[in-house]
Each structure stands twice: as structure tokens, then as C-alpha cells.
């Protein structure tokens, strides 16, 4: 078996500020921005708990985020509906008839 690592390239886009700020801490600790993600990436992979609280917390983040887009919209529908069931309900009290 051969003593060289194949490696994956991946390529992920972040905020410029985002990208500053973990470009100065890489910087300060002497260490490189591929360093840090593949010893984050490899210690998260091998379970380390600490990193799967993380990625969990950030999955639920993003269905709460979701949910909440959903909720909103069904709740717009909802609305809509039953401004259209007012709408109805007061041209049948007036006898005036509605479009549709």
C-alpha cells in the first residue's frame, strides 16, 4: 500500500467577515485555515462529542428556521381563506354575488 494520502478537494463559500475572523485566529495560533477544518473534520467524523453537540444544535437551528417558514406560510393561506369566506358571507348577507 502506498504512504501517500489521496486527498478530496472541497470548496465551501463564507462570509468575508466570517473568513477575516478565522484567518486572523489560523494566523495568531500559527496554524493554517486547511489545518483547522480537517483536524475539526476528522476529530467530528471519529464522533468527538463536543463537535456532534455542535452539528446537531446546528441542525435544528435550520429546521426550527424551516418550521418557521412553513408555519408562516400556511398561516398566510389560512388567512387568505377565511378573508375569502368573510368576503363570500357578506355578499350573500347583501345579496350581491362575488367573483371567483
Known amino acids: 500500500m502506498s504512504s501517500l494520502a489521496t486527498k478530496k478537494s472541497v470548496h465551501f463559500n463564507l462570509l468575508i467577515e466570517t473568513h477575516a475572523e478565522f484567518r486572523v485566529l489560523t494566523f495568531?495560533?500559527?496554524?493554517?485555515?486547511?489545518?483547522?477544518?480537517?483536524?475539526l473534520v476528522s476529530r467530528l467524523v471519529?464522533?468527538?462529542p463536543?463537535?456532534?453537540?455542535?452539528?446537531?444544535?446546528?441542525a435544528e437551528n435550520k429546521y426550527n428556521k424551516e418550521l418557521r417558514k412553513v408555519m408562516?406560510?400556511?398561516a398566510e393561506t389560512i388567512f387568505d381563506v377565511i378573508e375569502k369566506y368573510d368576503s363570500l358571507k357578506e355578499a350573500e348577507c347583501s345579496g350581491k354575488k362575488t367573483k371567483d
Open 72 to 74: 408562516g406560510t400556511d
Open 28 to 39: 495568531r495560533k500559527k496554524l493554517s485555515m486547511q489545518e483547522v477544518v480537517e483536524g
Open 46 to 48: 471519529n464522533g468527538d
Open 50 to 58: 463536543s463537535l456532534v453537540k455542535i452539528i446537531d444544535q446546528i
